[in-house]
């Protein structure tokens, strides 16, 4: 049972560095399990998917990226706001072709520069058509919808674009753009999810970004704790050695059973690596006790060596699955 049932639009965001590109993508997948058909989305202009799935630089429209087992499909789109401003010209104004004459000299790149707000109308805006687009014969033409976001730091800005487009459009097309996202952004069918890792400054850019979200009635979802390493020693032993009390003669036993012989010097430097990986499991777990007082369910992904490639997105879709995210 999926602890997110009517969503339909999943934000991921997180600090750089956490993995949220890994996790959209994997998050995708799983959404696409079982014969779906997922939309994965970026807005930044970084072609972050192009480069997990292997694939040629994304285009401004969707392309096929992965089949998901059980015969899903997970499309992609790389959302550039110059096009979408050519498309929403075209869509409210019919000016296609004096679009193409402002990008020719510059104006287009000028607008988005200096309106900001307009440019993220224009961002989340294509991503809510996508969302809510129709196939023939009814119903929604995507199950679900991905978007990999800008950061936690910036996040409940960008999402929140009627702030933001207020004292630069008070009615017209832009406002009523701004007003249809924010009405699917704050919306149950909306959910921003955020990714850190078990770090100090990851995990309190986490706790202000849900702050800042709940603040601006935006639907906090997940917490995703990504790149999560097992602990080396049971946890009878932690707190020994990060007092720098382990037994060294059990150690010294310990690597004379594996046929090492147990000079001073290589015990001493075991003990001292064990001291500074107990102490590292403790700052952990102080970070875990940070992240479960936010009181949003929180799913940990392993961290793999491969998981940029198609196989480890795999394993983690499955992660997430097991879970119950989706």
Known sequence: MSDFPAVKLHVVSGKGGTGKTTVAASLALALAAGGRQVLLTE???????????DTPPLPYE?????????GGEVYALAIDPEQALLEYLEQFY????????????????????????VRDVLLTGKVMEAATRERRGGGRLYDAVVMDAPPTGRIAR?????????ALARMGPVR???????????????????????????????ADGVAELRGTDLPV?????????????????????????????????GLKAAGIEPDPAI????????????????????????LH?????????????????????????????TAGMV
């Open 43 to 53: 807005v930044e202009g970084r072609q972050g998917i192009a480069q997990l799935f």
């Open 62 to 70: 969707e392309r096929r990226v992965a089949s998901a087992r059980g």
């Open 94 to 117: 019919n000016l296609r072709r004096a679009g193409s004459m402002l990008k020719k000299i510059g104006a287009i790149d000028f607008a988005t520069t200096i309106a900001p707000g």
């Open 158 to 166: 960008f999402l929140n674009v009627n702030s933001e487009v207020a």
């Open 176 to 206: 009523n753009q701004a007003d249809s996202v924010m009405k699917l952004l704050r919306s149950n069918k909306t959910a921003v999810h955020l990714v850190t890792v078990l770090e100090e400054m990851p995990v309190q850019e986490t």
């Open 221 to 253: 979802g997940a917490v995703i704790v990504n790149m999560v390493r097992d602990p080396l020693l049971p946890d009878a032993d932690v707190a020994s050695a990060a007092a720098g009390q382990l037994d060294t003669a059990e150690l010294g036993r």
């Open 267 to 290: 015990v001493s430097a075991l003990a001292a690596e064990a001291t500074d990986h107990a102490g590292r499991v403790r700052l952990e777990q102080q970070e875990r006790t940070v």
């Open 293 to 321: 007082d936010l009181d949003r369910p929180t799913y940990e992904l392993p961290l793999i060596p491969d998981a940029t490639d198609l196989a480890g997105l795999y394993d983690l879709a499955e992660r997430l699955q």
